[in-house]
């Protein structure tokens, strides 16, 4: 969505045309000294002129270019139409422009092409559009604008970069899984649940309390403070009906596969659409992620949450390697009494799953785990020996089996498995 | 992708800018300027020199001179006949017609090398074997069949080997002048960046050779017998006192040269990027309007450049006597007295260092002249103009 | 102190480090260039010059010469040029003061020694050898020196300058100081003690029939009464200076006066040496002294005393030497030295030229000397008196100081461009420098890339393929197996542990299974599968039943 002004400035730089063609020359023109011999120096006297001649033609330039994109956010594997104005605001001719909008290359040219070779007369506009698809989750950013002036004879280039970004936000996709939810038990686990007496950010008041730093001048009870002389805050109940805990797993390992099938991105996929599943509901759902630190995204609910817990999950990337009770321990003082916990993780190479979520099952909480069976996406892109894979599938197996058996729903989620037939598992586990 | 496409016959497809006249015109200044270059090579160094003639008398001769006839007709007397008829390699024609066939039959065998590129790969290869499999039956098969069928005459029949390994040489006495018109038609037409450098490369090879060749230092050991370009550049009156007729000649073979390969490779860079541009984008109206202009442009830069360039280059050859002149001029000290009468600036030298020093002004000038601004005040004011006819 | 330590911390950073390394070089650059500059470019007074009007410039002798209708020409470079010249036996090269020393680098000499690397001062070897090629095709040198650098020029014609200053007793211009010497010569042309008068050699005193007039302007050169009646001087041509318009008569005097300014004079050793074609024609008198102490006196010592004494004369300061024997040839090279720089200084040359000096300087034969040489070098044809079109006098100031950094400048672009593009170890050089500059740009110049849009994803995850190997043995296989024995019949890890092995056997109930268990012994792989396909097996018959 950017405006902005160029302007070419500076010295161009010589290409290797021209520096083999100044050498060259001069080298004519001594050898031919050497040897008198006039014609030799004439070609190179020749080169040489040639050189000074195209000097004195320079896209010397006063551009305004403007971006517009057909969208900042974008679901995975969508498309977004970006379009590139170019003006010449000079009253000279640009010459010989080579035009480049930088796209990230994790986006594929679908229609049309972010470049363009254009000579530009006063007051000329050209207009560049292009069509992009964004098959990766992500933030990116499209620009800057590279602008390079080429000598008709690629003697000179002169290059520039217009510093207008537009920023793209890939979110991983929302598949659809009401029904499988619906099918399953999940759901009903927690229908006809009452309002949590429990301070939060609601609408209704709950309590007053002393005012702690950090909290918003907005809450603030001024009445309070006139009459009792202190800082006191209103705390209110939390709207939601039920808080919903989505932990994923975005350790190391988590990158095992290819790039668009691997435990992070079916696990990003997985935790987007049971947020947005929850969300829809009216319930507060909070997004977990750990791998190299933990990201706490507090319990809350509404599309402000929704696009929040997107933009965290577009950003995510596979490193680290953070036990999960780690994880669990810091989050039980913040998790309400029974509220549900997704996990998502591929539970490979982590040794205190198990007692991680011994602990959950053993404080009540309802622990559904969601685990891609990074085995199963490693032979995508390694040849794992027969045997070897057959002990490994077990090992999975015995660990998922360990799991069930403190009370969590275990999904052992194979990688053709859509997220919503996978999710149906839970009914018959 | 656009609302509004371009016709197709104005599209960027390479099978319609084949056909634009941009592009063929580039390509004619191409060609036009490879074979007045191999007119003008000739005729500089087509030649053997006075002495070396004299010496042969009346009888045939040659030396190693960049002309075809003199070698194919002294090929002739030593081996009896030609494989190739005279009007292929205008041995029957006189001056400069000679050439004329032998660069139609380069034409000639563009076209087909174009043609069977535009094939499909089994035709080319096909196309390949058939002309391997003739060459080879025409060269080996006489011997042969003469040798199975005549065995008790053992020793005739290696005189029907003869024949093509004469062919071959022939082959190589009309090379040494025509391959480079061949690569380079081949390049223009073809499109072919590799072609278009190694002519160019020929040339200032051949340029290179026989300036050491007629070396002093070297004649006095070696003469080859090839004519030495004179030592001065002569005295200038043509183009109103600008150039000698030896420095026109001489600048004509480098602004050719550069002419040439400029103009060849000018289509295959714009073929190029437009071979780049996905389908859609070739019809797109922006695109083709901005090709349009760049190609306008480049072929402006071309003709204004090139002229500038040739006029430069004699203006540089002739600006030691105008510094003389100015040199002269100043009031009579020391210093300017013995820089008008020096020897240095009479001889070579002279040219060389007041030729830099020209260019250095020439390349200078562009911090000075606004010339762009002015074009583009001018430019700019056409443009309103015609908005408001309309 | 903590900001000392980081100050010095700075200092050792690599950036730091780079960029004064790159100073460093250019500063060690610059030096040696300023260095080489210096040698060159050195302040000092300008004189001898053939173009300059000062009481001790060539001035008067050039213009005359040109007034003959003779081109005249600078060399400002270097004498390398000499070989480009085309007609050689019509061109003077006058050289008068070799001041300076110019760059020079080794250069190949041809024979065992292949390469030598010091130069003596003033003209450079191949300079020296381009004047020697130049005097064999025929050309004429005159050099006047007296303690500049001429002398390697000197030693390749045989001849050794003294270096020493040149007094005499008597024969000095009384007029003047005894600075001026005069040198005396009553035939100049008796080469050799018994070659007779050979001044037949020059056209403007060669007269076979003795009538008078030369035979340039002779119609019956052996008809001896013809008289100069009807010549003129315009007639006498280049012979002009010797034809009295007023007498009409004819000078044929072969003696000439030459007036001296600080002289030096030739090694009496080899200023005489008809065998190599030197021939000592100007010589100074019996009284005449070399300073050969340099003391600036005339020293007339005792041997005994230690006084080194100076050397007594005669001294030759008059050399000719002649490429072909005697000089018959009128195409012969000849080169003329004489022992003093100033010998054609205006002053000298035409004593009425600097206002100032009018009537100090006595009458001499100075001119007469050069115009003579002049006209011996140039009238080759013998059918005319006029220089032919291609004459040429040619003046080296590439030795002179300029008045100007600016024509210095010039002239040490000039001798650069001319030493490297004719000297043979400066093209080889120049020729390398080309050569690696060339490949330099080749190598190192890169075009800026071309842009194009590429849809390239790096981010694939593999696993561990180290751990295939480990999962494929028994003591693995059997781990898992176990595991879900025991994860199967939902025990704690302890509770298992506890197990007896019979109650083990009973859970398992599967004899290959059972002997896997217990029996820790080698594996064939087809075994092991058979096994991990049981484990398999078990696993799903019991949990579907166990569920």
């Known amino acids: ?429 | 992708m656009s609302e509004n496409e371009v016709p197709v016959s104005k599209s960027l497809n390479i099978r319609q800018l084949r056909r634009r006249w941009q592009i063929i015109l580039l390509q004619l200044i191409s060609t036009a300027s490879l074979i007045l270059l191999m007119q003008r090579m000739t005729r500089l160094y087509g030649t053997c020199s006075d002495s070396f003639i004299e010496s042969y008398g009346e009888s045939l001769y040659w030396c190693p001179a960049y002309e075809h006839t003199r070698g194919l007709r002294w090929f002739e007397q030593e081996t009896g006949s030609l494989v190739l008829p005279d009007f292929l390699t205008g041995l029957n024609q006189t001056g400069e017609m000679t050439v004329v066939a032998p660069i139609i039959l380069c034409f000639g065998i563009t076209a087909l090398w174009i043609y069977v590129l535009t094939r499909g790969d089994s035709t080319r290869k096909w196309i390949n074997i058939g002309v391997t499999v003739v060459f080879f039956a025409w060269m080996l098969l006489p011997f042969l069949i003469s040798w199975i069928t005549a065995l008790n005459h053992p020793l005739n029949h290696i005189d029907h080997l003869w024949g093509p390994l004469l062919f071959v040489f022939e082959l190589v006495f009309l090379g040494v002048v025509f391959a480079p018109v061949l690569a380079g038609i081949m390049g223009i037409w073809g499109l072919s960046k590799k072609f278009l450098t190694w002519t160019v490369g020929y040339y200032l090879t051949v340029i290179g050779v026989h300036a050491i060749l007629t070396f002093e230092g070297i004649t006095e050991s070696v003469d080859l017998g090839l004519n030495p370009l004179p030592g001065q550049i002569g005295e200038a009156t043509m183009w109103g006192g600008l150039v000698s007729p030896l420095a026109l000649e001489l600048i004509e073979v480098a602004i050719l040269l550069v002419l040439y390969l400029e103009a060849g490779s000018a289509v295959i860079s714009h073929m190029e990027y437009a071979s780049l541009l996905p389908k859609d984008t070739k019809r797109d109206p922006e695109f083709v309007r901005q090709f349009e202009n760049v190609i306008n442009g480049h072929l402006v830069h071309l003709i204004g450049v090139m002229s500038l360039v040739a006029l430069t280059t004699a203006i540089a050859l002739e600006f030691d006597d105008f510094l003389i002149s100015t040199v002269g001029a100043l009031s009579g000290g020391q210093w300017s007295g013995q820089v008008k009468e020096s020897l240095e600036l009479q001889l070579t030298y002279g040219k060389v260092i007041s030729a830099g020093l020209f260019l250095v002004v020439v390349a200078g000038m562009r911090f000075i002249l606004p010339w762009q601004r002015v074009t583009g005040i001018f430019e700019t004011a056409l443009l309103r103009f015609r908005s408001t006819e309309t | 102190m903590t900001d000392f330590n980081a100050r010095l911390r700075r200092l050792s950073t690599p950036k730091f480090r780079r960029a004064a390394s790159i100073a460093a070089f250019w500063a060690l650059i610059g030096i040696l260039v300023l260095e080489v500059l210096q040698t060159y470019l050195v302040d000092g007074e300008t004189q001898q010059s053939a173009y300059g009007d000062d009481w001790n410039d060539l001035g008067a002798f050039r213009s005359e010469i040109n007034s003959l209708g003779v081109e005249t020409n600078a060399l400002v470079s270097s004498p390398l040029l000499l070989s480009e010249i085309d007609h050689p036996e019509e061109a003077i090269f006058v050289v008068s003061g070799v001041e300076r020393d110019t760059i020079s680098l080794p250069r190949f000499t041809g024979d065992e020694n292949v390469i030598e690397f010091t130069e003596g001062d003033g003209y450079t070897t191949s300079e020296i050898l381009a004047i020697e090629s130049f005097v064999q095709r025929g050309g004429t040198v005159i050099l006047l020196d007296d303690f500049g650098y001429s002398a390697q020029l000197a030693s390749q014609f045989g001849l050794d300058y003294s270096g020493h200053r040149l007094y005499d007793g008597q024969a000095y211009a009384h007029e003047l100081d005894y600075n001026f010497v005069w040198v005396n010569t009553s035939s100049a042309f008796n080469f050799t003690t018994n070659s007779g008068s050979l001044s037949s050699i020059n056209p403007c005193l060669k007269d076979l029939d003795k009538d008078g007039v030369i035979d340039l302007l002779d119609e019956d050169p052996l008809n001896p009464s013809v008289t100069t009646q009807g010549i003129s001087s315009d007639m006498a041509g280049l012979c002009a200076h010797r034809f009295d318009q007023a007498t009409s008569t004819w000078d044929f005097s072969e003696g000439y006066d030459i007036l001296t300014n600080g002289p030096s004079a030739f090694e009496k050793a080899t200023s005489y040496n008809p065998v190599e074609n030197r021939y000592a024609i100007g010589r100074s008198t019996l009284d005449s002294y070399l300073d050969t102490n340099d003391d600036g006196n005339l020293t007339v010592g005792f041997e005994a005393a230690g006084i080194e004494d100076d050397e007594q004369g005669p001294f030759a300061v008059y050399v000719r030497y002649c490429q072909n024997r005697l000089c018959l040839d009128s195409d012969s090279g000849r080169v003329h030295f004489v022992s003093d720089g100033s010998m054609l200084i205006n002053s000298l040359y035409s004593p009425d030229y600097v206002p100032d000096y009018s009537g100090l300087v006595p009458d001499n034969d100075n001119r007469k000397w050069a115009l003579d040489i002049i006209a011996e070098a140039l009238l080759i044809g013998n059918s005319s008196t006029e220089a032919s079109e291609n004459a040429i006098v040619i003046f080296d100031e590439s030795r002179h100081q300029q008045s100007n950094i600016g024509g210095d400048t010039y002239n040490l672009l000039y001798y650069l461009l001319i030493y490297f593009t004719n000297d043979w170890m400066a093209m080889l050089l120049l020729f390398l420098g080309l050569f690696i500059a060339l490949e330099a740009v080749l190598i190192r110049k890169e075009d800026p890339d071309d842009w194009r849009h590429v849809f390239r994803i790096i981010y694939y995850g593999f696993g561990d393929a180290r751990r295939y190997e480990y999962y494929q043995r028994p003591e693995k296989i059997r781990q898992v197996l176990l595991t879900r024995v025991r994860n199967v019949n939902a025990m704690s890890r302890e509770e298992f542990d506890a197990l007896p092995a019979a109650e083990l056997q009973k859970m398992v109930d599967d004899n290959v299974l059972t002997d896997f268990i217990f029996n820790d012994r080698r594996y064939k792989t087809d075994e092991l599968v058979g096994i991990v396909k049981r484990i398999k097996e078990w696993g799903r018959t019991e949990s579907d039943s166990g569920a």
Request: aromatic share 8%.
């Open chain 1, 1 to 429: 969505m950017g405006k902005d002004r160029v302007r070419f400035g500076g010295l161009d730089m010589w290409t290797r045309k021209a520096a083999i063609m100044f050498t060259s020359g001069i080298s004519l023109i001594l050898i031919g000294m050497m040897i008198s011999n006039f014609q030799l120096m004439i070609v190179g006297l020749a080169f040489l002129s040639l050189l000074a001649i195209n000097g004195w033609v320079a896209g010397h330039s006063d551009l305004l270019i403007e971006r517009q994109t057909s969208a900042t956010n974008v679901y995975k594997g969508d498309d977004i139409v970006v379009s590139l104005t170019v003006t010449n605001k000079s009253y000279r001719r640009t010459q010989q422009l080579e035009l480049f909008d930088n796209v990230p290359h994790e986006m594929k040219m679908r229609k049309g092409i972010n470049q363009m070779r254009m000579n530009l007369g006063p007051g000329q506009t050209a207009k560049l559009r292009y069509v992009v698809r964004c098959p990766l989750r992500g933030h990116y950013t499209i620009g800057p604008v590279s602008v390079r002036y080429r000598n008709a004879f690629n003697l000179f280039v002169n290059e520039t970069k217009m510093d207008d970004r537009s920023d793209i936000t890939v979110f991983p996709q929302i598949r659809d899984i009401e029904e499988a939810l619906l099918r399953s038990d999940v759901p009903k686990m927690y229908s006809g649940a009452t309002t949590l007496k429990t301070p939060g950010p609601g609408m209704e008041f709950y309590a007053l309390r002393e005012y702690l730093p950090g909290d918003s001048f907005r809450s603030i009870n001024w009445k309070a403070l006139a009459r009792t002389g202190e800082m006191m805050v209103n705390e209110k109940t939390r709207d939601a009906v039920t808080d919903v805990f989505v932990i994923v797993d975005t350790r190391d390992v988590s990158r095992i596969g290819t790039v668009l099938k691997n435990p992070l991105e079916m696990g990003t996929v997985a935790a987007a659409s049971v947020s947005n599943y929850f969300l829809k509901r009216r319930d507060s759902v909070s997004l977990v992620t750990y791998g190299s630190r933990m990201d706490y995204l507090p319990p809350e609910t509404g599309d402000k949450q929704y696009f929040k817990i997107l933009s965290g999950l577009a950003s995510v990337e596979a490193k680290g390697s953070m036990p999960l009770q780690a994880v669990t321990n810091a989050l039980s003082p913040r998790m309400s009494r029974g509220s549900p916990v997704f996990i998502i993780s591929s539970l490979e190479g982590d040794g205190t799953t198990l007692p991680a979520i011994r602990n959950l099952s053993g404080k009540g909480h309802e622990v559904i785990v969601l685990s891609p069976s990074s085995i199963d996406l490693e032979r995508l892109v390694s040849r794992i020996p027969r045997m070897s894979y057959e002990v490994l599938k077990l090992e999975r197996q015995n660990r998922l089996t360990a799991i069930a058996g403190y009370g969590a729903k275990v999904i052992d989620w194979m990688p053709d498995v859509e997220l919503s037939q996978a999710l149906l598992q839970i009914k018959l586990g």
